[in-house]
């Protein structure tokens, strides 16, 4: 789905070439090295920017930008450093080493250790990610804690205990305290930026002391297996616009129960099958019509609609004008 979102993401990385990540580090001077960046290598079709900022020793904030569908990592495994992703924008998924897959949409929160997601594939079911990322290393924070925490009794090993022993994701959906934290590190003006981020990265942390992995309103996590074969059933509705399909069609061909069909439909795409299959021929419409000269009926036919007054009227409920008057406006412009 193209949202007006990711058109200013597609500026922000109009110089990047497709199949490349350009990333830029900004280290300071008390805090020399790297801890995630260049740990890791990418594979992707699409592109991405990356932007980091080692704060302190061991403690790392990167801001992630991409236009991709997939995107694979590999890095070290190593089980001693913490990852802490905020999804702004868009919805991002990991399949991890131990078959779980997590889905994060806007505001939701992830943490798990880098050894969870050392050789992981990364999906952006929408096409499009922004978001912030914290990495702490915690035997370099065991060794050169900042006083803020020391003073709030930040324990790396009850952390590590917490979050990375069992090696698996911890997913929370988004919420107020979540959101009173991250917001304010988007858009920062250049001045506030460090300062915003070495305050911001120590609220994080001492967040993670309240936190609990098995209370709480967590995300409901799934099975890779489940959300690839999820993948597939999107791709053959988009393939077959013109058909209609209900969910126990879908069910019997894929084998798979309507109540979990649903529910990890949802889960990948953030929004139910139909809503989604409405949104996408909806979107498909607008290309059309602005990228051929159909008529409106043939439009209407391609997308799965039987009748153009049924297309018409459903386009000029979501887009607020006529096809008509999309096709002259686009062509004006």
Not at 208 to 234: A, C, F, M, N, V
Not at 261 to 274: D, N, Q, R, S, T
Request: net charge neutral; aromatic share 10%; glycine share 6%.
């Amino acid at each position: 789905m193209k949202e007006a979102y990711e058109y200013s993401i597609e500026e922000n990385l109009r110089g990047v070439p497709n199949g490349t990540f350009e990333i830029k580090q900004h280290n300071l001077p008390d805090a020399s090295g790297t801890l995630l960046v260049k740990q890791f290598t990418t594979q992707t079709k699409g592109k991405g920017t990356i932007e980091t900022f080692l704060l302190f020793p061991g403690i790392e904030v990167s801001l992630h930008q991409y236009l991709a569908e997939r995107v694979r990592f590999h890095h070290e495994a190593k089980d001693f450093v913490l990852e802490i992703n905020h999804c702004r924008k868009g919805r991002i998924g990991w399949n991890m080493r131990d078959g779980a897959a997590v889905y994060l949409g806007s505001g939701d929160l992830c943490i798990h250790s880098m050894a969870s997601c050392a050789d992981s594939e990364m999906t952006l079911p929408l096409g499009y990610y922004e978001g912030i990322a914290v990495a702490a290393d915690l035997q370099e924070l065991s060794k050169h804690c900042p006083a803020i925490l020391q003073e709030a009794g930040f324990d790396t090993k009850k952390i590590y205990q917490k979050f990375c022993v069992e090696g698996k994701p911890f997913a929370i959906l988004s919420n107020s305290i979540i959101d009173g934290i991250f917001a304010p590190l988007y858009n920062l003006p250049e001045s506030l930026r460090i300062p915003y981020y070495k305050l911001k990265s120590q609220e994080i942390l001492l967040h993670l002391l309240q936190l609990e992995p098995d209370t709480g309103e967590e995300l409901t996590q799934y099975g890779s297996q489940q959300t690839e074969l999820i993948k597939e059933i999107r791709n053959f509705l988009i393939q077959h616009l013109d058909q209609r399909f209900t969910i126990e069609e879908l069910s019997k061909k894929y084998l798979l129960n309507t109540s979990s069909l649903k529910a990890v439909f949802k889960a990948v795409y953030g929004m139910p099958i139909a809503s989604y299959v409405k949104e996408y021929r909806m979107q498909q419409a607008m290309k059309l019509l602005r990228e051929t000269n159909d008529s409106i009926a043939i439009v209407a036919k391609k997308v799965g609609y039987e009748t153009q007054g049924k297309f018409t009227k459903t386009f000029k409920e979501k887009v607020q004008v006529l096809p008509t008057e999309y096709r002259k406006m686009y062509r004006k412009q």
